[in-house]
């Protein structure tokens, strides 16, 4: 039987096969004859763009990013453009200085790339943006002198970035957050004696937390705690003295984690 022969390709087409359909971000087909059209047209001859694989018409984000990674000079001339995702995609690769004029764009994709890259005086600009998702970006990056600005933020995932960065002689102000998840932060990097005033906190997950932290002397406050993992958090580093209290725990994994340390210690009394 003959080999079949050999399925013809182009000499350098990267864009593989069965791939998204070059279309631009109006839904109309892209093709040959509109790349002789385009304002990069002279690009193609020499392989600097190619349809379906890295094009700035394409409406796909990964076509139009390959494109700006092959030619960053020329994202600077498309931050104006009509489709998001080609002024998202244009400001990551432009220089730096082009970026402030754009912190009013009306679409939270191109605010988004801008809080990744602004410098900081800019980047305060963003700490009031409507969209959630740029004002995490703003708080990871916003230096921690800044970030005291945001603690009042009303969306809890960006406290909650607050919480990790602010200095910690700041964090007393989120310790009665209304969320749990933020007080959560607080306790993990908070000093005494303000953790010992988390002993407190109504969630367990935030005492579970401070069960880890709080000095062993003064683990007492949580021995009899009403949620059963705190309790065990405290078996776990609690002193002799304490265990001992703890060996007739209403739970049988705290009695067994009592035990667990008392056998290890010599210290067991029946």
Known sequence: MMAAAPVPTRPHARAPAGDIVAMDWLGQ???DSICQRCVHAQ?????GCELGYACMQDGYARRIDRFFRWHPELARAHLQHPYFEVRAIAARYTEVFHLPAMI??????????????LPQRALQKLTQDPHREV???VAQRLEFDKLSAMVNDP???VRQWVARRLPVALLAVLMSDPEQVVRQEVAHRIEMPALLRMT??????VRRVVAQRLPTGLLDRLAFDQDLIVRWEVAQRA???LLQRMQHDEDSEVRAAVLQRLTESGERHG
């Open 29 to 31: 087909p892209l093709s």
């Open 200 to 205: 407190s906190d109504e969630a367990p997950e």
């Open 135 to 137: 004002r995490i970006r």
């Open 104 to 117: 009013e764009d009306p679409d939270e994709t191109v605010r988004l790339q801008l809080a990744l890259r």
């Open 43 to 47: 690009l193609k001859a020499s392989g």
């Open 155 to 157: 969306d809890y995932g």
């Open 239 to 241: 002193a002799t003295e």
